[in-house]
């Protein structure tokens, strides 16, 4: 089997600059939620030496002096990118997997010449998306992801490294340091260093039954897919998920239980359109709230769980998320973060039929199916319960948001005669 990892560069800088020009060529960041801290940095600022999960408050002032252009995380405009990147993946690969919003795992059994096949996969996702990428190219996915740090390090490689033939690893291994392997953490790191493991040559030498003594079974499997034999084959079928959440951090504390109910409102209802995108129903609902625990507000966390139905209906998940999080407000206290768990997933359709049911499923499924509809088409939120209503009291802060040009009818590209605006 050959894998591929495609991977774009300083992906949610990369979808900024794909619809704003000005940005290039000159340090960029994006923040986090609540504009916390630096996820995502430019070359140019990676050079200035801001790193990752910097908080923004601290280096703001330095980095505006240096020229720095910080921007608020837009999720909308990042994951209509990635799907449009794995679009065209999937017209240059027989079976394409997902690995993170902007990594994905390709199959490339088959074809004549690989490299070239990659270089071209490689120009078609910057000619349609704008976003600059590189392809790593091995026997064994954690060869392919090895590669593709390779390919985004040493410009010799033009973006594509195949690690295939022997040579090329036999040249490039005694330069990389084991932490650069996929699998080997902080910990198994220090270990292997301690005993004079330092390089992926290194690594690459030990024999398996030395590596299950030396970091289990997970560290052999990581020895042979170095050698070229293939332990993670793509998944075709997703493991189904136990537990889904949607937490936020609110842009100001609330001290209103109204401002309360609709944030927690708003989070059900995203997590109702997470689970039926996902086709899977909610068996239990888990509400929590906190005080910050940075400041001096009263200190206070608190959370609720209460068994339901299985469901991914809107309106009943919004109906139990409240009445967990009646039982968790608590009046006097400034609520700094809270969130909406549902637990113990099941597959839709495999849940057993109560003999007395509340409210019909069918209306129910062709209701969410309509509003499911109506908002892929129109734009996230163009139909949802009034109760979510946004507010001020609890939208995460974000003081510096693009446009989300490819989600949203009202925001996109307009272009002049002197450019884009």
């Known amino acids: ?47 200035l030496g801001l790193q990752m999960g910097d908080p923004w408050f601290k280096i703001e002032k330095s980095a505006t002096e240096s020229g720095v252009k910080a921007i608020s995380s837009n999720y909308p405009l990042y994951g209509d990118m990635s799907r449009r990147i794995y679009e065209v993946l999937t017209q240059h690969s027989p079976s394409v997997e997902p690995y993170s919003i902007d990594e994905m795992f390709i199959e490339l059994d088959g074809i004549r010449n690989v490299v070239e096949h990659c270089r071209q996969t490689r120009a078609e996702v910057h000619r349609r998306t704008k976003i600059p990428s590189c392809i790593g190219i091995g026997e064994t996915k954690t060869k392919a992801k090895l590669a593709n ?14 690690l295939r033939p022997a040579e090329i690893c036999q040249r490039i291994y005694p330069e990389i340091p084991i932490d650069e392997v996929w699998g080997i953490g902080r910990a198994s790191q220090k270990k292997l260093q301690a005993l004079g493991y330092r390089t992926v040559a290194d690594l690459a030498r030990i024999s398996i039954q030395d590596s299950r003594d030396l970091l289990t079974v997970t560290g052999a499997r990581i020895l042979m897919e170095l050698q070229g034999i293939s332990c993670l084959p793509l998944s075709m079928i997703v493991p189904t998920q136990k537990a889904m959440a949607v937490t936020r ?26 689970l039926r995108a996902h086709h899977l129903l909610a068996t239990s609902i888990t509400v929590f709230a906190m005080t910050n625990r940075f400041n001096n507000d009263k200190r206070y966390a608190n959370s609720m769980t209460y068994g339901v139905l299985p469901t991914n209906d809107t309106f009943a998940i919004i109906h139990d998320a409240l009445r967990a999080a009646a039982a968790v407000w608590r009046e006097g206290y400034r609520f700094n973060k809270a969130g909406v768990l549902a637990n113990d997933l099941i597959p839709a359709g495999s849940e057993s039929v109560p003999l007395f049911q509340a409210g019909d499923p069918e209306k129910s499924r062709k209701l969410m199916e309509a509003m499911d509809v109506v908002n892929r088409r129109f734009g996230a939120g163009t139909l949802r319960p009034a109760i979510t209503q946004a507010s001020k009291h609890w939208t995460p802060k974000a003081e510096m948001l693009t446009k989300r040009y490819t989600t949203s009818l009202d925001e996109l590209v307009e272009v002049y005669g002197g450019g884009i605006k």
């Open 249 to 274: 951090t609110f842009g100001q504390a609330i001290t209103q239980w109204d401002n309360f109910a609709s944030a927690l409102s708003t989070f059900a209802t995203r997590l109702a359109e997470r």
């Open 1 to 47: 089997m050959i894998f591929g990892l495609a991977d774009a560069n300083n992906f949610y800088v990369s979808c900024e600059r794909a619809f704003d020009p000005k940005l290039k060529g000159i340090p960029v960041v994006v923040l986090s939620n609540n504009d916390g801290c630096v996820i995502s940095r430019s070359q140019e600022a990676k050079d």
């Open 149 to 162: 740090k390779i390919a985004k390090k040493r410009p010799e490689f033009g973006g594509v490294c195949d």
